[in-house]
């Protein structure tokens, strides 16, 4: 009994990032526990001070009871792990659809720091659905990326780069073995690691800096790796773009990342460390991924040499080396959970604009859910296709010349610069403001609606 439960709480909060437990079912359980109670905290929190995450969560537990549910959700599982051409295809039309609806959001506005054509750089780029937006808004500008070469289980690339369009600048890499990047040395590789062969030196684009960083990588469950790495590459993913995008983007710089599940623990840690040294707001697409919990941190204005900034990425090399060296192995371990004193803590700090950055994205998320094909037989809800088309910002509606607001109905999330003892970080001058022409911002709008 005690082993189907531990192995329903692991399916139903996505854990497949913690280790298998060796033990014996009760101690397995009593020790997932530990590692859930963090986000037990959280969601108790959010249930009791937000409406609206309260009937997400409902939705979500339905969800999780339900064999049609499971189905759906498999289904769309092994499509995404499809390699066919018709799938990559669909991959690649679904891609460009949320690039078009994080352009309309004012995503892709130019920064100021962007003197003369603006540079990008992509991690994760393939299928290339969002250079593919981002060359159409500036096709002067240039974009460098890398992504996961089809050998090690990458996606094709649906975009012309290389010698067919000059300003696409590709390196076909496994970002997360780029040691040199998270601090460490060829020396401090042990010699008996199983890919101490793979780690590189290397550090593509060390020598750029970018307007606009945008990373979109998730663990593949076709990516080509050792048994090891398992449990903790969604670790190693994340901080491997967080390190790469943070050390090659320009003080002004606009950073945009997907993330998962925002009433995670440690997705709120991360929220508050980037609301620190930028001015940050959440985007989710109406359409593609809507009723999952993926969702996209836009953060502009990013301040990548203050104080706070420099401080988060010491700590994201940390958790990189762990993941990947920890442990008695040497093979990398899990974190350790927070304790109830730290959670409490950030949730009376964060907690309040925690609440006012999620609410549209989770309203969205419960929206989508409420109108699940496979809810369809046991909820009678009609589609509201009106409603659906909106967009999660307001933005398609703004006068050109307004600065960047986020979609909610209280005051815009502006703590991007909260002073620290030492820091002696320049302060706020502002938003960036859009560069597009009002005919150009006109059909735009009306085209990708």
Request: glycine content about 6%; some cysteine.
């Amino acid at each position: 009994m005690a082993a189907a439960l531990e192995a329903s709480i692991r399916r139903q909060l996505n854990l497949d990032s913690l280790p298998e437990p060796k033990t014996a079912p009760v101690q397995g359980l009593s020790r997932l526990q530990d590692f859930l109670r963090p986000n037990v905290l959280v969601r108790e929190y959010l249930s009791e001070n937000d409406p609206t995450f309260k009937k997400l969560d409902s939705l979500r537990e339905e969800g999780w009871t339900s064999s049609r549910g499971d189905d759906h959700f498999k289904f769309q599982r092994e499509r995404a792990d499809s390699k066919d051409a018709s799938h990559e295809t669909t991959f690649h039309t679904i891609h460009t659809a949320i690039g078009k609806e994080l352009a309309a959001a004012g995503a892709f506005d130019k920064p100021e720091c962007a003197i003369m054509n603006i540079q990008a750089l992509n991690l994760c780029m393939a299928p290339g659905a969002y250079t593919e937006v981002f060359l159409e808004l500036y096709p002067e500008a240039t974009v460098k990326g890398i992504t996961l070469p089809l050998k090690l289980g990458g996606h094709h690339m649906t975009i012309p780069y290389g010698l067919q369009d000059p300003r696409v600048n590709l390196d076909f890499l496994d970002i997360t073995m780029l040691a040199a990047e998270f601090g460490v040395t060829s020396e401090n590789i042990p010699p008996n690691h199983p890919d101490a062969k793979n780690f590189t030196m290397h550090r593509p684009h060390g020598r750029d800096t970018f307007d606009v960083v945008l990373c979109d990588g998730q663990t593949l469950r076709t990516h080509q790796r050792l048994e090891y790495r398992e449990n903790r590459e969604p670790l190693r993913l994340l901080t491997a773009q967080l390190i790469l995008g943070m050390t090659r983007i320009k003080p002004g710089g606009t950073f945009i990342i997907l993330l998962h599940k925002a009433d995670a623990f440690d997705t709120m840690q991360l929220l508050r460390s980037f609301s620190e040294f930028a001015k940050i707001a959440l985007f989710k697409p109406q359409k593609a991924h809507n009723t999952r919990s993926t969702f996209y941190l836009i953060a502009k204005d990013v301040k990548p040499l203050s104080v706070p900034a420099i401080e988060a990425m010491e700590k994201w090399k940390f958790d990189w080396q762990q993941a990947t060296f920890g442990g008695e192995k040497g093979t990398g371990v899990a974190k350790e959970p927070a304790s109830d004193e730290e959670v409490n803590a950030l949730l009376d700090e964060f907690g309040p604009e925690l609440i006012k950055l999620c609410q549209h994205i989770w309203s969205i998320q419960a929206e989508a859910l409420v109108r699940a094909e496979w809810r369809q037989e046991q909820v009678d809800q009609p589609r509201t296709p009106e409603r659906s088309r909106r967009p999660s910002f307001h933005l398609t509606r703004r006068s050109l010349n307004s600065s960047f607001e986020p979609h909610w109905p209280l005051e815009p999330h502006t703590p991007f610069f909260s002073p620290r003892k030492g820091n002696d970080e320049v302060k706020y001058k502002g938003t960036s403001q859009p560069q597009i022409s009002p005919e150009k911002a006109a059909k735009m709008a009306g085209k990708w609606r």
